[in-house]
């Protein structure tokens, strides 16, 4: 069983930044691959970014691609996401998930866990 937390989110302004964290706690983090997705009102819940294992591979939606950064920490247990140039339609709830399979947690068929999720309001 793998636990995860988020923290960092909050109100900007359109332009600003955030930075969102997920902190693991139980099976091995290092095994897993690990991401980003996020939910906006009236809308599906779609993928943001994606980190494997070792922190050699990444992907990133191209809705924020060159905007948003997704980084990991074993040693500590944790997964970011760094935010810039934050838009409005960034607002939405934002999930950490945990996957054995990098490639099923890009495309979102096989997340082993998922965060409670937090708020990510951007005003115009």
Wanted: aromatic share 10%.
């Amino acid at each position: 069983q793998v636990q995860l937390v988020e923290s960092g989110g909050g109100l900007v302004q359109a332009g600003g930044s955030l930075r969102l964290s997920c902190a693991a706690s139980g099976r091995t983090f290092g095994n897993y691959a690990m991401g980003w997705f996020r939910q906006a009102p009236g809308k599906e819940r779609e993928f943001v970014s994606a980190i494997s294992w070792s922190g050699g591979r990444t992907n990133h939606a191209d809705s924020v691609k060159g905007r948003f950064t997704i980084s990991r920490n074993n040693d500590k247990d944790t997964v970011s996401l760094q935010m810039n140039m934050l838009k409005p339609e960034d607002t939405a709830v934002y999930y950490c998930v945990a996957g054995l399979i990098y490639d099923t947690v890009v495309t979102g068929t096989s997340i082993a866990y998922w965060g409670q999720g937090t708020q990510v309001t951007v005003s115009s």
